[in-house]
Antibody, heavy 118, light 113 residues
Framework: QITLKESGPTLVKPTQTLTLTCTFS??????????VGWFRQPPGKTLEWLAL???????RHSPSLSSRLTVTKDTSKNQVVLIMTNMDPVDTATYYC??????????WGQGILVTVSS | DIVMTQSPDSLAVSLGERATINCKSS????????????LAWYQQKPGQPPKLLLY???IRESGVPDRFSGSGSATDFTLTISNLQAEDVAVYYC?????????FGQGTKLEIK
């Protein structure tokens, strides 16, 4: 059974840095073709892709956010970490991680609602 | 960036009838080398994460009922839900994974008439 779970703060202040961890089980990030992607969804809005890290440490970031985003993996811990700097109220959203087979995201975590407010 | 546009924004269909959702990409997402369309369809119910329904535009994910089908190529795609069931009430999204950023459509809200 494949599971993913996002963890981290649910409230951050403007200008702060957000660090989210995706802890997964049922697959390995050391297997060829496997990756973990990050997405977000502001309340009532559509989904936005943020980043993708692959088994070989190849990384892709949304160009509009690339200067603020860092994604890393710890294969031994089955974790992927997303760091987003300089948070703003417009970054308030539910953040999801998902397993990627190639670029197809087939299994998703439940998501974590992050609110940016002073 | 590739922009994905869905139509309609919302849709009400009677139980047992057919629902059709359209998705248009601003660029060709058919990769000629492997003849695959880099398009996925997701279903999202309130308070839940997206659920993958179809990938490569028409391949059903394991466990997805066969009343869900996908068609189209290059820039124009369709999700068809036949014999609509009450549990199909959700928001449906298309997503291209041809070129980063892997954009989603704005979503189509499906309700029962």
């Amino acid at each position: 059974q494949i599971t993913l779970k996002e963890s981290g703060p649910t409230l951050v202040k403007p200008t702060q840095t957000l660090t989210l961890t995706c802890t997964f089980s049922g697959f390995s990030l050391s297997n060829a073709g496997v990756g973990v992607g990050w997405f977000r969804q502001p309340p009532g809005k559509t989904l936005e892709w943020l980043a993708l890290i692959q088994w070989d440490d190849d990384k892709r970031h949304s160009p509009s956010l690339s200067s603020r985003l860092t994604v890393t993996k710890d294969t031994s811990k089955n974790q992927v970490v997303l760091i987003m700097t300089n948070m703003d109220p417009v970054d308030t959203a539910t953040y999801y991680c998902a397993r990627a087979l190639g670029k197809i995201h087939d299994q998703w975590g439940q998501g974590i609602l992050v609110t940016v407010s002073s | 960036d590739i922009v994905m546009t869905q139509s309609p924004d919302s849709l009400a269909v009677s139980l047992g009838e057919r629902a059709t959702i359209n998705c248009k990409s601003s660029q060709n997402i058919l990769y000629n080398t492997n003849n695959k369309n880099y398009l996925a369809w997701y279903q999202q119910k309130p308070g839940q994460p997206p659920k993958l329904l179809l990938y490569w535009a028409s391949i059903r994910e394991s466990g997805v009922p066969d009343r869900f089908s996908g068609s189209g190529s290059a820039t124009d795609f369709t999700l068809t839900i036949s014999n609509l069931q009450a549990e199909d009430v959700a928001v449906y999204y298309c997503q291209q994974y041809y070129l980063a950023p892997y954009a989603f459509g704005q979503g189509t809200k499906l309700e029962i008439k």
